[in-house]
């Protein structure tokens, strides 16, 4: 039996792994952070029998309340993972599993591989509506890449779309994966509309350093680039250096930044109500982009998110809060579920990858419905 | 040089096929009817050079109008189905094309075959949730057949489509096609939730014997069938007979005749406001569903359309106003172009198979936001 | 329940479709022919039961040796044809099966439908190596279409490949669309070194006529043509007409004519020992291509087959014979069985769709081993 | 512009890149090793215009005669990999490329990157008829992963296939990949009669820790595997310590050690003369697997190749000549280029990913062809 961990995005720590039925892990800390919650590693068991898993360090990760109702996902052929039961006692996360093949992956979610981000980035630079534009290197030298869909233009709003801050947010690249296929779709109605009428500016990972290391939220240097927003350095946080510089360049006129949430099984948006110039123009965005989006999926819903901040309150050093404050503009953090979506459960697969790259289609059905009030 | 249409849909007569400079063809008349306006050839060329295709009959057809700005199909793998160069001069309709291989296919609008018709059939009996239902026998000898997606339950709606009562609007199986696939798609939440409130009855085909003919409006009899709803008897019009039968027997809350217009160059929806029975509450429900559908895609419209009936002046021989009045539920025609949608034109293809499949897609999420005011 | 055939190559009479237990039917005789063995037929029933299906006419078939140790092939999505428990009595053919779907197609072989064969020749020709040349017309107005595949070259070596002059035989164009699959792969290189030397001609489907009316052996006239060959006439058999015309007009150095057997499990060839001209070129090449043969595929055997012609025996009105003595070249009956390959069972498929296509990719590597002495 | 090789198996220092006319690069040293050949890595460059690119370094490297006549592979999409314009001026070697995309991936060969290596293992796994075992760990960390196909048996014969252990040689990891797929056809003919008689002992990658690296020639240590035969140690060598222990334990009937080589453009083998147990059964088995592998594919000679080794001269070090001594069986090295094969020139891809994988599919048929006699 043997636990390993040596691959794009792994991340475990092995305590103990001679007993089937005692199996003792411990989810590693992001890289110079004490942040923690992304796992993902293979067990190779010859053992037919119930394989217990035990991650002991769960209560002191990140999100303690993500363990509630969550189940963990696995797979045999590395394209299909499903969920397996699992349960938090409070402390530690336990998971029971009976393998059915010689090896398994483990993972806190389906992992989009750094390999996989390269073929989508390659796959649409060859769409002749789409280009690759390379904006700088991360700490670790691997390439800051945007991609620009549309033929840019004055006339035409400028739509910001970044993903994977925290890179143990996969969902976040799934979703973009997605609205990028849909995008470069000629066939697609809502993609001809929009590209008339807007350029889309895709950041489909905001953090390869931390994905590729198997982090949860940190790069290299242990920044949480989601706090970075206000004053980034090529020196700590520069993949948010590079892709503001750029902002700021092309102007833009509307943001959603994908994310992933630990602990509500929902999918939200959350908003910028809380900057010092919120108005009225903003709040009425928002409020038709919620309905859109509402009436393409029930997978979307408005009922549970995070609390609103404040007027004047919100962080700004969040790049939602940043890009509103900046911009003037409609910026809406897009979170999905860790776990499922309660609305809508699906107990074989949960929230998945796929239902990622669908919510990443529709989204651009809502975007459609409020491009011509952008600005 | 050879032109032929021996083949499922084929339709074409031949005047005089000599010289590519100068082909004369005249579409074949529905039998026992003077409906005619789809054709469906073949021609086989081995010249290098424009050839000049004249459909001399062009302005005796059902719709001559039709044939303003329009662009006939053509395909050489017969899977990728592009516009041609098509003039209308108020009598012969002019298609002038170079062939860029030896063999290359014509059609009113991209054909869809009893063979496919048999594999969709046959593909969707394959899914746990969704059962292959035979009605009985059309005149030739085909068979009727409904799918029945969903676990029926007498709490649910029951949802009715059909497609293609007017043989050569094969865009409306196509449609079909594509809200079928969606709706099989177990990881879309637009499906999982309809199939949580409803069971749908779809019948890709009312008109196999018209289809294989190469009709555009009749079946083997003669007959339009969106004039038989009131009095369909089996030997005149047996596919109506046996689907208002079983429509009766399960119950109906909502339908969708799904058709082709051949002037418009639009997607619109005809409703039932002229039947005896309509209220305020099926007003709503129509109101609601255009917004719906509006909210998802902008290949839909409700600018241009059909007159309306006056209240009480709806012919109650049409499918849409017959089962409107006799369930007092939300009915529409839908309406799909042989044409282009002006509000979103694509000189290469035009409206298509595949846009056809996307709206079949996309009209399912808005029968969703209508599902729950059905009854 | 209900037993129905009206679609491509669709063949049965219901004698009595009442009870499932007890389903009488007959295989209707090709037209104008007392030829009868293919059927082809669609069982609709919503009852959860073994079903009994006898073929009452068996013993009078073509082959009734061919039903010794048969099973029949079925399928529920139209796309894996699975063999069904089936016995021979001596008179009657019994097919037992309990459907796991509502709708169920039972044939004699996997059928190969004259939409996919329109698709096939249509595909092909995109290739820019390959022509689709018409060669004229059969009796019910169907297109005789050959595929030529490699620029003509008279240095080149002239190989003939024909299928399916026996419409029931769909083996025979499985075969060809496997072997045209790999001729038209520009990265095989058996496919590459062929056609450095040798052009292909291909007929992919001999019979159309047959093929659509669902005949085992004849066509539109009741004429068998694989005994047409010697005096074929635009009346009774302009397919082979057209084909022979065409061969005498480009030359000729191998032919390969495919089919299928009813009485033998195994795929074997039958050459043309017969023909007065038969010498030691063409026996040594005959063994070359057998060698050949046997060290690519444990499919093909040559222990078992026809008994071989007595020396100047050979019928000439069969296309191998014919064309061996017309062009003094390698000429070869292939035969697959309609049974199973006795060598390489598989009781799930028996011989099928896929292993003929196979044995048609196959058998480019076995021409290739002798196309350089060909002449 | 700029150059990175921050990814799997990228390989590069950059000396100079500041100008499109004149970019300067040294291919890295293979890790505790003076090896060095193997270069991969991506041009970002917005520069419409050609692009030289020199490896500085090229006549220090391994094999210097690899480059005459040799064409770098280029990929806009990391799918297709293209040969581009390539000189070899006897010290350097230079590229030219005028990109059509704003980013290029160049390479030695087509890359087999580590994420595909687990996708093969753990597909391959799902399939009921193979079993994927964990040997133990490199010395980097990762799995060393064997792929047992068939049901083991005494009396089945045992045949290894190991690839890889000079991790710059991809082609033969793609080798595996295409025999693995056919092997686990269950339609395939070759594959059902292979695994009735035979077990397939698999390794498709020997050197993982050297292939994620970028090396040419050796594992994290900086040893040549393929010298290590004789006495592998768990420090140095963990990776053919592993598998000889596996091979000891299941016995060996016949071996394949695959491999690509610099200098030659041809596919070739090389066997076992030299070992001192070398006999006439084995020279047998060696003539008739050249002889059925030259029947199945024109990519196959027997021409070129490597200089025989004298009797009893054989470098028992190796790992296809250990095994010949070990087992007493017919062991192989083959030899895929990294240029083209001449026989068979294609100067868009040259020999390529494709290629290699059905130069494996084709190694099957010639297996079968020997596999009565290995014992
Ligand atoms: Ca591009
Ligand atoms: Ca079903
Ligand atoms: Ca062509
Ligand atoms: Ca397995």
């Given at each position: 039996m043997k636990i390993t961990s040596n691959f794009d995005s792994g991340n475990i720590e092995i305590i103990k792994a001679d007993d089937p039925a005692d199996i003792q892990l411990a989810i590693r800390k992001d890289n110079q952070s004490d942040f923690y919650q992304w796992f993902h590693f293979r067990l190779n068991s010859p053992h037919p029998q119930m394989h217990k898993i035990t991650l002991t360090n769960a209560a002191g990760s990140a999100y303690p309340d993500g363990w509630q109702d969550y189940q963990a996902v696995a797979s045999y052929d590395r394209q299909t993972w499903f969920r397996v039961e699992t349960e938090y006692d409070g402390k530690a996360l336990i998971i029971n599993h009976y393998p059915e093949a010689e090896s398994v992956y483990f993972a806190y979610f389906a992992p989009y591989s750094y390999e996989r981000h390269q073929d989508l980035l390659h796959q649409a630079q060859n769409d002749y509506n789409c280009q690759l534009i390379d904006l700088g290197e991360t700490l670790d030298g691997r390439d800051m890449s945007l991609l620009v869909v549309g033929e840019p233009d004055d006339s035409k709003k400028k739509i910001w779309i970044t993903a994977r801050?925290?890179?143990?947010?996969?969902m976040a690249e799934w979703f973009v994966e997605g609205l990028l296929d849909r995008l470069l779709d000629e066939d697609d109605g809502v993609a001809r509309s929009l590209l008339a009428k807007a350029v889309f500016y895709i950041v489909p990972n905001m953090n390869p350093d931390g994905s590729v290391r198997g982090?949860?939220?940190?790069n290299a240097a242990g920044a949480n680039l989601n706090r970075e927003w206000q004053n980034p350095t090529l020196d700590r946080s520069p993949e948010v250096y590079l892709v503001r510089q750029k902002m700021l360049e092309t102007g833009l006129d509307m943001f959603l930044d994908i994310h992933g949430d630990e602990n509500l099984p929902y999918n939200f948006v959350a908003g910028a109500e809380g900057v010092p110039s919120y108005n009225e123009h903003m709040k009425q965005l928002e409020q038709d982009f919620k309905a859109a989006l509402l009436a393409v999926t029930p997978e979307f819903q408005v009922k549970y998110g995070y609390d609103k901040d404040e007027?004047?309150?919100?962080?700004?050093?969040?790049a939602t809060s940043w890009v509103a404050e900046q911009f003037k503009c409609l910026a809406y953090t897009v979170e999905m579920p860790f776990k499922d979506n309660a609305d809508l459960p699906d107990a074989a697969f949960g929230w998945s990858d796929i239902r990622s790259m669908k919510l990443g289609q529709d989204s651009l059905a809502a975007i459609l419905q409020v491009v011509d009030k952008l600005r």
């Open positions: 801050q925290h890179p143990g947010e996969t982090n949860l939220r940190t007027p004047g309150q919100a962080n700004l050093t969040v």
